[in-house]
């Protein structure tokens, strides 16, 4: 298949109500760049590996980049500039979850049966072999009064569709305790996700980070449980600051 060069991108206003007891807000408005990935010679790079713990994880060594002066002249904080997503394209060759924490229904793909990155050779595959999928990664170097933006690309694992999938951008302290309800959630309908091309998800937070951010929790999040077939393919997920009224 030729590849193709060109990008379709929407403006999608979604208000998409979810059936469930827990209380969760969308966001409004979001972008989504629709990318059409090259299906021409994938070598077979990774090895697929099941998952068979019921709680995985893997994460580095990560200190918050925060110095703390006086009582006196309060705390202050250094934040970091560039991507803030560790191994956000799953390509980390020993180890291609390493800067993540998941649980088990999060694996990679597998090119021996056809399943293919955005880039490169490795994307997450959540939703299968588990039903229930969490992949979150909490990021250091979060300072008050920025703005954040978050880029991912997902696609449907098989032409069934997608289920549900919840992603969420969650401010957090120097404790790692959650500021407040999510600074940015999306909802990905069921059946909204193609599985020939990935979609390209573009969104910023409306509200600076609050006075206590020290962390940004990303999250992704599926339960395939009621939808056979319908998990995903994640990959290229990046953080980066954008704006600060400081600048």
Known sequence: MS?????????????HKHKSNKCKIPSHRFTIILDHTNYSDYNNRYKYVDNKDPYYEISPEIVPICSYDSPREGRHCVPRHGELIINGDFEYTKEPFFGWKIRSGVTEINPDIGEIA???????????????????????????????QLNFYMSAAEEYGNAEVDVRL????????LLDRPALQLLIPDG?????????????TKIPAPPEARFARV?????????ECKYVHLDDVSLIAIWSPRQ
């Open 118 to 148: 955005h880039q490169d050779f490795n994307a997450a595959r959540l939703g299968c072999p588990g039903p229930h999928a969490l992949l979150y990664q909490d990021v250091p170097g979060i300072c008050p009064g920025i703005y954040y």
């Open 3 to 15: 590849k193709h060069t060109h990008q379709q991108v929407y403006e999608w206003k979604f208000n």
């Open 170 to 177: 969650e401010f957090l302290d120097h404790r790692r305790n």
């Open 219 to 227: 999250s992704f999040e599926i339960d395939t449980h009621n939808h």
């Open 192 to 204: 909204s996700l193609s599985s020939l091309v990935f979609t390209g998800f573009n969104n910023s």
